[in-house]
């Protein structure tokens, strides 16, 4: 049995693979104050169900990424440390944050695993050491759940059921607000919800495009 995202509420949705959630996540005090449910999704099933090509796939692009994370980490004055190896396989945090109940305290943690202290979670190795960071003694038996596995199985399906398309996003009157620059944007919609009816915004919102699809 899943449970089904309630879109009535406010989410925020993220995976572990992404710097720019984790960012996000440290500036949680700048968030407008909401309850925003945390769901955490699979990146890569995002990009295969609006088939995009995923950014680390493109060299050029994926240095700059790396680059500008690291520059907006620097900016905003938030500990930043690659893991080893980028991208790697966000499966393993992934379920054990849902086992966990996706708490605000437990996600933090484990994004402050990866991109503060550069650890891999993904090995047996890096896995251990996250479950005993976060003192949780049967970690891999939590992930070998069928119920678990579902559950994220199910929020990547529903998420992608209201458009999400990537990382980190914020879902707010039934609008997606997504990238960690996207901040002062979602606090301006936070106050002033009715600047998405205006006149300008609906029309772009509604601009056709002037190409024919391939």
Same mark, same amino acid.
């Given at each position: 049995m899943t449970d089904g995202i309630d879109a009535t509420q406010p989410l925020w949705f993220y995976d572990f693979v992404s710097p720019f959630s984790y960012l996000l996540l440290e500036q949680h005090d700048k968030w407008p104050e909401l309850p925003f $449910?945390?769901?955490?999704v699979l990146l890569n099933d995002?990009?295969?169900?609006?088939?995009q090509r995923v950014a680390y796939d493109v060299p050029a692009k994926r240095i700059f990424t790396y680059r500008y994370a690291l520059f907006r980490a620097e900016q905003l004055g938030i500990p930043f440390r690659m893991p080893p190896a980028h991208p790697f396989d966000s499966t393993k945090p992934m379920l054990l944050s849902i086992a966990l109940g996706s708490d605000l305290q437990t996600v933090r943690e484990i994004f402050r695993f990866i991109w503060r202290d550069g650890r891999d979670p993904s090995?047996?190795?890096?896995?251990a050491a996250l479950c005993e960071k976060l003192n949780v003694p049967n970690g891999q038996e939590l992930i070998e759940r069928e119920a678990t596995r579902a559950q994220l199985m199910r929020n990547s399906t529903d998420a992608i059921a209201i458009g $999400?398309?990537?990382?980190?996003?914020?879902?707010l009157n039934k609008q997606l607000f997504w990238g960690e620059d996207a901040l002062p944007m979602v606090?301006?919609?936070?106050?002033?919800?009715?600047?998405?009816?205006?006149?300008?915004?609906?029309?772009?919102t509604s601009l056709p495009s002037a190409l024919s699809k391939a």
């Open positions: $449910v945390l769901t955490p995002l990009y295969r169900h609006w088939g090995s047996a190795d890096g896995f $999400v398309f990537g990382v980190p996003t914020f879902w606090l301006y919609c936070a106050r002033t919800p009715n600047w998405l009816d205006s006149k300008e915004v609906k029309r772009i």
